[in-house]
């Protein structure tokens, strides 16, 4: 099935008088409609340039992509402009012009782009009520707050009726309460205006709590990709159990310098309950049952996908045939497992 966004084989490579850098090397992937859609790494990793060239603000040295079957490569400079009038994007630092008031930044493109004036006026009116910020109409960015200013942003970017939202580290600046107010507010664009977004973050956190499919970017590589809870139950690369186990930055948890000496050698294993199997009491029936205690080095709930998840990270017996046996114990009963050895530090 052929979605909203196609990349295929996306190289990108930054020309210097030092060296030539690639930024990105082959990614191919396909983005649906409707969807809401992360693309995370960590800092350096390559996704910025890759957003960038979604809208073809950065032309790839090779490959193509493709809005609704239309090639972006191919177009004249007259057609990519109509059709990134298809393609809004938001920010980490917001871009409002502060010299103008909230209704002013929203009406600011539209009169631009030739619409008359009250009728822009009317457009970002019922925009701010979408976003909730219809008592802030005549006050200045400067008076606002981080998350009021980025619901400013959104509204300016909703103002032409976009098929697609590019959101670029758009709540990198925000306190995790009101990153978790404006990740609502997309959901409900989403939803209620079937608009595809396409998250770009560092933050797992984000990933998890609202998008529905993952592409995790590596040294300008895509390491893996897939549905979000797919990943967070079974990540296979080493670039994909750093952002999960340890969170990506401003989740990342450590163990203490004497928890880690007593790790060493140990199998450690990494668990995740799914609906059925957060009934029972896994852990203990097990314990029971082989008889021989079992060490919990973390136990935590995430949201993934808007469900709740329980994730456990759990030290085993040095028996070899008994993790064996424990593993497949695990496995018969609906939890995803995995080995976390060097993970847990």
Partial sequence: MTGMIEVRNLCKTFVTSEANVEALHDISLSIQAGDIYGIIGMSGAGKSTLVRCLNFLERPTSGTVEIEGSDLGMLSEAQLREKRREIAMIFQHFNLLMQKNVIDNICFPLVIGGMKKRDARNRAEELLEIVGLTEKAKAYPAQLSGGQKQRVAIARALAANPKILLCDEATSALDPRTTQSILQLLKEINREY?????????????????CSHVAIIGEGHLVEQGRVFDIFSHPKTAEAKELILKGGGTERRTLEGHQKELMKGKCCIRIVFSVNSSFEPVIAN??????????????????????????????????RDMQEDMKTYLTERGLAVEEVNGYVD
Avoid at 197 to 209: G, N
Avoid at 289 to 294: E, H, L
Avoid at 299 to 316: F, H, P, Q, Y
């Fill in 286 to 319: 097990m314990v029971l049952k082989f008889g021989q205690p079992i060490n919990i080095l973390k136990a935590d709930t995430k949201n993934v996908e808007g469900i709740a998840r329980g994730e456990m990270i759990l030290s085993l017996p040095d028996d």
């Fill in 194 to 210: 079937g608009i595809t977004i396409v998250i770009i973050t560092h933050e797992m956190s984000v990933v998890r709590e609202i």
